[in-house]
């Protein structure tokens, strides 16, 4: 809650990775239920991973009042742990509903430690 008693609107149950990448990059080969299940398996620079557990996801839209072409932009992030206990940030472009949202492809923003 902020000082007015208000939620506070950072989620701190929502941590946050440890390793940001500079660009999120693109995964190929994702298995999704839409339009708000997390990846139960994905490729990342040539490696498969098996998803077993996952939170999320936590919507993140555009920053409208920087760039007009962001004003329907969304991303829904899910923290994920793979079969080896390695976690990831992971977004879907994209509400899974409304394709001005985004194209529904998946990156990897983010490794936790």
Request: charged share 35%; glycine share 8%; with cysteine.
């Given at each position: 809650?902020?000082?007015?008693?208000?939620?506070?609107?950072?989620?701190?149950?929502?941590?946050?990775?440890?390793r940001?990448?500079?660009?999120?990059?693109?995964?190929?080969?994702?298995?999704?239920?839409?339009?708000?299940?997390?990846p139960r398996?994905?490729?990342?620079?040539?490696?498969?991973h098996?998803?077993?557990?996952?939170?999320?996801?936590?919507?993140?839209?555009?920053?409208?009042w920087?760039?007009a072409?962001?004003?329907?932009?969304?991303?829904?992030?899910?923290?994920?742990?793979?079969?080896?206990?390695?976690?990831?940030?992971?977004?879907?472009?994209?509400d899974g509903?409304?394709g001005?949202?985004?194209d529904?492809?998946?990156?990897?923003?983010?490794?936790?430690?």
């Amino acid at each position: 809650l902020d000082r007015k008693g208000a939620p506070d609107p950072w989620q701190p149950q929502w941590p946050r990775p440890v390793r940001l990448l500079a660009r999120p990059e693109r995964l190929d080969h994702v298995l999704a239920e839409l339009p708000d299940q997390p990846p139960r398996r994905f490729t990342w620079r040539g490696s498969a991973h098996r998803v077993v557990r996952a939170d999320g996801p936590e919507r993140i839209t555009g920053e409208w009042w920087r760039h007009a072409a962001e004003t329907h932009a969304v991303r829904d992030y899910c923290r994920v742990e793979d079969e080896t206990d390695r976690r990831f940030w992971l977004f879907r472009r994209g509400d899974g509903e409304r394709g001005v949202t985004g194209d529904l492809s998946w990156y990897l923003h983010g490794v936790f430690g």
